[in-house]
């Protein structure tokens, strides 16, 4: 078993940054890729970023490219999520997940993840 802590969610105003922590204990992270989802009220769990166990593939939506940036300490068992210049469109509960396979493979489906954190919420007022 693995359990996922996140924090670092609040209310920020449109164009601000907060910056999430996920910490992982139970298994060492640094064998499995680890990313972040959100999932907005009223829709389906949305992927945002993926880092690899090599911490050098990392894997970004679309929508948040160039605005969010992912990275990990596998000393520690803690992944990171930067978010800079920050929508009303960003706000949503974000998610730290591990993922179910000990390859190099980055992957963007929910599935994919084995292990959940419960969840921080990240407002973007306009």
């Known amino acids: 078993q693995v359990q996922l802590v996140e924090s670092g969610g609040g209310l920020v105003q449109t164009g601000g940054s907060l910056r999430l922590s996920c910490a992982a204990s139970?298994?060492?992270?640094?064998?499995?890729?680890m990313g972040w989802f959100r999932q907005a009220p009223g829709k389906e769990r949305e992927f945002v970023a993926t880092?690899?166990?090599?911490?050098?593939?990392?894997y970004y939506a679309d929508s948040v490219k160039g605005r969010f940036t992912i990275s990990r300490d596998n000393a520690r068992n803690a992944v990171s999520l930067q978010m800079n210049s920050l929508k009303p469109e960003d706000t949503a509960v974000y998610y730290c997940?591990?993922?179910?396979?000990?390859?190099?493979?980055?992957?963007?489906?929910?599935?994919?993840?084995?292990?959940w954190g419960q969840g921080t919420q990240v407002t973007v007022s306009s």
């Open positions: 997940a591990s993922g179910r396979y000990r390859d190099p493979v980055l992957r963007s489906q929910p599935d994919d993840y084995v292990f």
């Open positions: 139970g298994r060492t992270s640094g064998s499995y890729s």
């Open positions: 880092i690899g166990w090599n911490v050098l593939n990392i």
